[in-house]
């Protein structure tokens, strides 16, 4: 029988590195930098004929209490070097480096990205983010930063000023200019950009690469971050926890592209999402239920307790109550994470469920900050994926294992297979470049 015709859904991998997702004490966890890891994450993803291979990145070690945070012993490499390495090694899945255009150039990381899709055929993909505080920018040896709160600040000299994403509009429309330098046959022409925050000109030195264009990401959920997806992303990365949040969430963005001249299929939406599997429903929650006590231990507990309250907590016991003590707001304890919404806000309704279910310290924050999105058995979970994506709570999934390198395996093997059974997914890469998979035009070249 033919499968029935659905919305096709479009599939990422994010690299399981330094963030609270990933469990590290069990056996199977391996290295966070060595190479073989993200080549077999990346072959991974491949041979489920995901869309894309996901590389976070952060620009400074994490401090928590003037100490480096747990979760950054391990470091941190630079996303496009680890993915002109996998370019050798893959044929057709999409690699996607997050770079920062707060702390960039438009000339130096164009030329990088156009290489990067060279080097691959046409498969480099940029997740655009930004930087907000003076404590990343003080590895820059800037004299400030831009601050979400549109407050004018310096960045690198007088002239430049205004909000991360004002800097990164820009930086992408200057990106854009420079790859269309280069005419489809070949011929160099010189640019020249006058904006407020570049004044460049010159040649650029990347002919034309495969995509015209390497596919832009966006992560981000606020107003702003929104409107900047709508206006110059072809794929937002975000985060929703329920269905309903989603379908809200989809159906505002997409309404915000026709003021851009755009379609709703010219932006997909994909949310990060977390797995659990197990060969029936009770098995698998079983698992996910052990999987938050290793991913938040007593220790962990405490320190997200930290970032909540802002104050040194360790003389509390992690299986006693809630401190009595109100957070501080401006408290300068933990430095480039970003701390949990409005922190009365949150110590509020966190105590409200503590004191409703008689939770611990440790239970309240593993119940606060569940991370495990889809849980069930295969078959489960591949209708539950079906249902965000067909009722347009979604375009997509990036998803986020919580082994490394192994943990996007059981995925691969068990519920890619239904996915494609049901229509819902392609059982063979219908083309060779990343715009290709996600069903993107190509950019028109200039003459």
Do not use: C
């Not at 004002?166 to 070949?186: H, Q, S, Y």
């Amino acid at each position: 029988m033919t499968a029935p015709t659905r919305k096709q859904m479009h599939l990422a991998a994010h690299f399981p590195g330094v963030n609270n997702t990933t469990v590290w004490t069990d056996p199977r966890s391996k290295s966070q930098i060595e190479f073989s890891s993200f080549e077999h994450l990346a072959r991974t993803a491949e041979r489920g004929r995901f869309d894309f291979f996901f590389l976070a990145e952060g620009l400074r070690l994490r401090e928590h209490n003037g100490r480096i945070h747990d979760l950054d012993v391990v470091g941190r490499p630079e996303s496009l070097t680890v993915l002109s390495a996998l370019a050798a090694v893959t044929d057709r899945v999409g690699l996607a480096a997050t770079v920062n255009a707060t702390f960039n150039e438009p000339y130096e990381l164009a030329r990088r990205l156009a290489t990067l899709d060279h080097l691959s055929d046409g498969r480099a993909a940029w997740n655009v983010v930004t930087s907000s505080d003076a404590f990343t920018g003080e590895n820059f040896r800037r004299g400030g930063y831009l601050d979400r709160a549109h407050l004018p600040q310096v960045l690198g000299s007088a002239r430049t000023g205004g909000t991360p994403y004002t800097r990164a509009a820009e930086f992408v429309a200057t990106a854009r200019e420079l790859w269309d330098t280069w005419t489809p046959d070949g011929t160099p022409r010189p640019f020249r950009h006058q904006g407020q925050h570049f004044a460049i000109e010159g040649e650029f030195t990347v002919p034309r690469s495969p995509q015209g264009h390497p596919v832009v990401i966006q992560a981000g959920d606020s107003p702003e971050g929104r409107e900047f997806a709508a206006s110059a992303a072809d794929v937002i990365f975000t985060r929703h926890g329920t269905l309903e949040a989603g379908r809200t969430f989809y159906t505002d963005v997409k309404a915000r592209l026709a003021k851009y001249g755009r379609q709703p299929d010219d932006l997909k939406i994909m949310p990060g999402v977390t797995f659990v599997l197990g060969d029936s429903d009770a098995e698998a929650q079983e698992s996910a239920a052990e999987i938050r006590r290793q991913q938040i231990s007593p220790q962990n507990a405490i320190l997200a307790l930290e970032q909540v309250w802002g104050r040194d907590l360790s003389s509390y016991d992690p299986d006693g109550p809630l401190p009595e003590i109100d957070p501080d707001p401006d408290s300068g304890l933990v430095q480039g994470r970003v701390r949990i919404g409005d922190p009365l806000a949150v110590a509020a309704r966190w105590r409200a469920l503590s004191e409703a279910k008689g939770l611990s310290i440790r239970q309240t924050v593993i119940e606060t900050t569940g991370r495990q999105s889809f849980i069930g058995s295969p078959e489960t979970v591949a209708s539950e994926l079906i249902e965000f994506v067909s009722t347009d709570a979604a375009d997509g999934f990036i998803l986020v294992p919580h082994l490394t390198p192994g943990g996007l395996d059981d995925f691969v093997d068990r519920v890619v297979p239904l996915l494609q059974e049901r229509g819902a997914f392609r059982s063979e890469y219908a083309g060779s470049t990343l715009r290709s998979h996600l069903g993107l035009a190509d950019p028109v070249g200039k003459d």
